[in-house]
Structures are given as C-alpha cells and as structure tokens.
C-alpha cells in the first residue's frame, strides 16, 4: 500500500489560512487522493479529495502536484472548531488487494490559537 | 440526515460474555468496514464487506465476526471478548467502485472488557 508522509503538528492562528502538505512520492497513477480528519472524541470525517487536479468544496481546497507526489490541504479561515488529526490517504481503485482499506498513519494535528 | 449509526456509543462488558456492536448506514451504500483505534496503532481495519453476503478479513480479524444480511446493516461480534479487545471501534461505509468516494464514519463505540 503506498504510504504518506505529514508533518506530526502544526498551529494556525484562528481565521488564518492553514496549509497542510502531504507527500506521496509512490502513488500510482490510479490512486485518489483523500484527506480525513478526526476531533477528539468522534470519527474520522471526510474532507476533500481528487485525483489530478486541484478541487475545493465547502470545507478546504485540495492542491495537488503536477507530478502527484505532494499534495496540500488548504483551510481558508482557521476556526477552532478546525483542531483535529488531519490524514492524507491514498485510496487505489477496487482492482483486487487492496481491501478498500484506508491506511490511516499517524496525520497531523493542528492546533488552533484564538 | 447521511449518516453511520453505532450502538452502543459505552459499553463495559467481562471477559468471555458475547456481545454485538450494531452499525446501520442510510445510504445505500455497498461497501462497509470495521477499524479499532488504539493509541500509538492508530486505525486499523478489522473486516469489511463489498455487498451482502460478502465479507472477507481486514488486518486485526482475530476475535471478531461479522455478517452482512442486509444492505444497511454490518454488525460486529466479539464471541469470547477478552481485555486486548478493549478499545474505540468505528464503522465505514461507502460506494464501493473507484477510489472516487469519500468513506462516512460513525461515531464510535468505546468498549472496555473487563
């Protein structure tokens, strides 16, 4: 399973826009990327995610790297409501092997100063 | 509401007593999964379902059964619950073809064997 790599903690100052890289250098060229995150107490939440080019949906905007070996998870405005684990995923097609099994490392968590 | 509901979200239960955690989706979703979370493991999958009637194991299986009768439903069993089960279970649910659908979690069922 291709692995990610994240920073283990970042802050952000509340409504400050915070950018959380990723980097994937093994993904193959069939793989989504997807990003979770998980407050404390509750289950991990689906963000965002794409494939090749860059998406924004209400919650974050996803910058993906021409060569697809990094990508970036932007917070517009910081809220404190933003605190959580933050992973990056890489989730491959059903073509047999993978299980549909998110791999979840260890993410980062983002720490956000009122 | 789209959701994945758990039951129970507590529960404290003694060595060897059978027990079932419950996981429903409202989305006709095909595919199902189960995770434990532990600190310093992180999420790791348990088993997890394609569509009905079809179940295969995750990578921590030992202990646990499952069964996938109905669509919407996708119950964890712990026959024999021994204190090394003692931990936060979460139940996914997703469309199952591509990489191109995001998983929804459930809240969480915090077990504690005793």
């Known amino acids: 399973d291709a692995k990610t790599t994240q920073p283990n903690s970042m802050e952000s100052n509340e409504e400050e826009p915070v950018h959380l890289p990723c980097n994937h250098s093994?993904?193959?060229?069939?793989?989504?990327i997807h990003w979770y995150r998980q407050l404390p107490s509750q289950g991990p939440e689906y963000v965002i995610h794409?494939?090749?080019s860059n998406v924004n949906n209400r919650m974050a905007s996803l910058a993906i790297a021409e060569d697809r070996k990094s990508s970036t998870l932007i917070l517009h405005r910081a809220t404190l409501r933003d605190a959580a684990v933050y992973y990056c995923i890489l989730r491959p097609p059903w073509d047999g092997g993978s299980q549909g099994n998110l791999i979840f490392g260890k993410g980062t968590k983002l720490s956000v100063k009122p | 509401e789209a959701q994945v509901t758990q039951n129970p979200r507590y529960l404290i239960t003694v060595t060897g007593k059978k027990l079932t955690v419950t996981c429903s989706q409202n989305m006709n979703h095909e595919y199902m999964s189960w995770y434990r979370q532990d600190p310093g493991l992180g999420l790791r999958q348990i088993y997890y379902s394609m569509n009905v009637e079809v179940t295969d194991k995750g990578d921590v299986p030992e202990g646990y059964k499952v069964s996938r009768k109905e669509k919407r439903n996708f119950p964890l069993i712990l026959e024999s619950p021994s204190p090394n089960q003692t931990s936060l279970y979460f139940c996914a649910s997703s469309f199952s073809q591509g990489g191109n659908y995001g998983y929804t979690f459930g809240s969480g069922t915090r077990l504690t064997v005793v």
């Open positions: 093994t993904i193959s060229g069939t793989d989504y």
């Open positions: 794409g494939l090749t």
